[in-house]
């Protein structure tokens, strides 16, 4: 395997002289690792990287299943690394393990990523390798996407607005009953709107994650989730980022919506967060900064008289947006220290203003950074009166 996923990690090696590179984790929970070896496991396997060659370590159990689905070059047996271990010596197993395979395969000089297990690292430099942390390098890889990859990608942000277009139906056939809003005769909850985005995305193969529907006082809190009745005359905002259990992929996508009368200082609210989207997504190109767009929208809000006290939780108190992919939040970051953008990142332009008396407003695209500039991949409406 020699392939856009190694590229930047055997660049690095050669770079740092070093004679591979292992990551130790559960690749269900890692996603680097799950991206170096398309393999999905919920228990910590061994991945080397060597020459033009990966190799994959796992118990004899998994091994068909990691030679079926993983794009690695070899896999071999736990079991045959582990002969001389005993059960009750846990602590001593794994980095014992891991020095009989990087003995098999010629490795003194080991690069790990910033995560690599410091019990394991200290263990295995008690034997003479030298571990040397290559953060970044497999981080900056994924953040650079594939046609493939973009697919994925395209297909989770339609099952997110599927969901989200049922949380909207239920909106719109509720009834202004009060200060809150009531749903086939009974008040509306937050947690009815949560679930019906849930059950959306579940019949689409995604894991819902923690959908944010709030309301009220809760939606000037960004990430509260929200709980109870859903008020009339007040922002509601949702915050959907399902991942696919099939790809791994996320989308990411907020709207801001209103059943009732907006107090003017709401409309004024709204009106600004999506100006200053627009404003991003027109600078979105390869080449600028994520510092840059972040400023450009902070100082947006500024003049027009949106005041930012991040200590008090009030104004713009989050940043512009991040990279999105096989975590929803990866590099690019689109905040005060956001690097240069390249062609194929994938990054969300979130832009929000919160008040606590007033509740928060908040809207949320994802766009492709293309050779020229950037394509927006969310086609959902952006209508606050529905
Ligand atoms: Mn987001």
């Given at each position: 395997?020699?392939?856009?996923?190694?590229?930047?990690?055997?660049?690095?090696?050669?770079?740092?002289?070093?004679?591979?590179?292992?990551?130790?984790?559960?690749?269900?929970?890692?996603?680097?690792?799950?991206?170096?070896?398309?393999?999905?496991?919920?228990?910590?396997f061994l991945f080397l990287r060597k020459g033009e060659q990966s190799v994959l370590v796992t118990s004899s159990m998994e091994k068909a299943r990691a030679l079926k689905s993983s794009g690695v070059d070899r896999v071999l047996a736990l079991e045959d690394f582990l002969k001389d271990s005993f059960e009750t010596e846990v602590d001593r197993a794994t980095p014992n393990m891991i020095a009989s395979v990087l003995r098999e395969c010629d490795i003194k000089r080991l690069g790990v990523n910033a995560d690599f297990?410091?019990?394991?690292?200290?263990?295995?430099?008690?034997?003479?390798?030298?571990?040397?942390?290559?953060?970044?390098?497999?981080?900056?890889?994924?953040?650079?996407?594939?046609?493939?990859?973009?697919?994925?990608?395209?297909?989770?942000?339609?099952?997110?607005?599927?969901?989200?277009?049922?949380?909207?139906?239920?909106?719109?056939?509720?009834?202004?009953?009060?200060?809150?809003?009531?749903y086939k005769g009974r008040v509306l909850t937050s947690e009815q709107l949560k679930s019906a985005i849930g059950q959306s995305l579940i019949n689409d193969a995604c894991a819902p994650q923690d959908v944010i529907a709030s309301s009220g006082e809760d939606s000037?809190?960004?990430?509260?989730?929200?709980?109870?009745?859903?008020?009339?005359?007040?922002t509601i905002v949702f915050d959907v980022f399902p991942q696919s259990?099939?790809?791994?992929y996320h989308a990411d996508m907020s709207r801001t919506v209103l059943r009732g009368a907006p107090p003017p200082e709401l409309f004024d609210m709204y009106s600004a967060v999506k100006e200053a989207q627009n404003i991003a997504l027109k600078m979105l190109r390869p080449g600028i900064s994520g510092a840059e767009v972040h400023l450009a929208v902070m100082d947006y809000f500024e003049e027009r008289g949106f005041r930012t006290d991040v200590n008090n939780g009030q104004g713009f108190i989050h940043s512009t947006g991040h990279g999105l992919g096989?975590?929803?939040?990866?590099?690019?970051?689109?905040?005060?220290?956001?690097?240069?953008?390249?062609?194929?990142?994938?990054?969300?332009?979130?832009p929000g203003l919160y008040y606590p008396n007033m509740g928060g407003v908040r809207l949320e695209d994802v766009a492709v950074i293309t050779h020229n500039g950037n394509r927006n991949i969310t086609q959902f409406p952006k209508e606050f009166v529905i």
């Open positions: 395997m020699n392939s856009k996923q190694t590229e930047t990690l055997d660049r690095r090696i050669a770079e740092l002289q070093l004679d591979g590179y292992a990551q130790y984790a559960a690749s269900s929970k890692d996603a680097n690792l799950y991206y170096l070896t398309s393999f999905l496991a919920e228990d910590p297990p410091v019990s394991l690292a200290d263990e295995l430099r008690r034997n003479g390798y030298e571990i040397a942390p290559l953060s970044g390098s497999i981080e900056h890889s994924r953040s650079i996407k594939t046609v493939g990859e973009l697919e994925h990608m395209a297909q989770v942000q339609r099952a997110s607005e599927k969901a989200l277009a049922d949380a909207i139906t239920i909106l719109t056939h509720s009834k202004i009953s009060g200060d809150v809003l009531r000037a809190l960004p990430h509260l989730t929200g709980s109870g009745p859903v008020k009339a005359d007040s259990t099939t790809s791994r096989l975590e929803v939040h990866e590099l690019p970051f689109l905040n005060k220290r956001g690097g240069l953008l390249e062609k194929g990142n994938v990054v969300t332009i979130e």
